[in-house]
């Protein structure tokens, strides 16, 4: 079912196709989570920032807003896609082998972040020109997997600046980010782990040292935290380490200002 009916972005082949049909894994390519079922059939799911997938014991509630698409399963249980907030972004496909392979969300993006990033970073970005890292890491056709939240926490690791060049990374830079990937995207999946039990909570616990903290001390220096906000996220870093001093414009403020 599809309460959700923007959730559901292919009709062919069909949501039934799925009927009877066993979930024989799910893996990640990128930010998009892939349920492959026999027969040769893949769901692609992307989250989007507040999209969860929960496995539950008794079905959901038709009154529950959240839900975008439930799965019912033999066993009595119900896979969810749920979503919160007040926009739907969350969305779903279901395709055969051929259409995963070809489809526009996987076909076009860049190397995975993790947990093997590309060995040359350096020459990974070179050519995508001037853009600051903070855009040109989160650029899923440059390099796949880092979001909103990582970009932040993998450039205060490696203690460089948002906004530094993409192609103007020496080599300890490139050696720096690349360490740095591994270790806070492994991190945070053993974190996830560590700590998470079934059912999946609706909030993560997310282990963010920076990201979100703005105004609270560098956990690794106890500068304070800056932030530079944008229409709809914040981006986050410690001036000490990451900017040499420099606290970044931050637009809201100079947009109040005119
Ligand atoms: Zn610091």
């Given at each position: 079912m599809a309460?959700?009916?923007?959730?559901?972005?292919?009709?062919?082949?069909?949501?039934?196709?799925?009927?009877?049909?066993?979930?024989?894994?799910?893996?990640?390519?990128?930010?998009?989570?892939?349920?492959?079922?026999?027969?040769?059939?893949?769901?692609?799911?992307h989250l989007m920032s507040a999209g969860r997938l929960q496995l539950y014991d008794k079905r959901a509630s038709l009154r529950d807003r959240t839900s975008r698409l439930l799965v019912r399963i033999t066993d009595g249980r119900e896979l969810r896609l749920r979503e919160f907030g007040t926009k739907q972004r969350a969305w779903v496909k279901v395709l055969t082998a051929e259409g995963l392979a070809g489809d526009d969300a996987?076909?076009?993006?860049?190397?995975?972040?993790?947990?093997?990033?590309?060995?040359?970073?350096?020459?990974?970005?070179?050519?995508?020109?001037?853009?600051?890292?903070?855009?040109?890491?989160?650029?899923?056709?440059?390099?796949a997997g880092i979001g909103r939240s990582w970009v932040?926490?993998?450039l205060w690791t490696a203690?460089?600046?948002p906004f530094k060049r993409g192609d103007d990374l020496d080599e300890d830079d490139a050696a720096a980010l690349r360490a740095a990937m591994i270790e806070r995207l492994g991190g945070a999946i053993d974190h996830y782990e560590g700590v998470v039990q079934l059912p999946i909570p609706d909030k993560l616990p997310l282990p963010l040292c920076v990201h979100r903290h703005h105004g609270e001390p560098c956990p690794r220096c106890g500068t304070t935290i800056e932030a530079v906000h944008y229409e709809d996220y914040v981006l986050?870093?410690?001036?000490?380490?990451?900017?040499?001093?420099?606290?970044?414009?931050?637009?809201?403020?100079s947009r109040l200002l005119k």
């Open positions: 309460p959700g009916i923007n959730a559901l972005k292919t009709f062919d082949p069909p949501l039934h196709a799925l009927d009877g049909r066993e979930i024989e894994g799910v893996r990640r390519i990128g930010k998009h989570l892939v349920m492959d079922v026999s027969g040769d059939l893949h769901v692609l799911v996987v076909a076009s993006l860049g190397p995975e972040a993790w947990p093997e990033p590309p060995d040359d970073l350096a020459a990974l970005l070179a050519p995508h020109g001037a853009r600051p890292l903070q855009a040109v890491l989160r650029d899923q056709h440059v390099i932040d926490e993998i203690r460089l600046s986050c870093y410690c001036p000490a380490e990451q900017t040499g001093g420099r606290v970044l414009k931050d637009r809201r403020l």
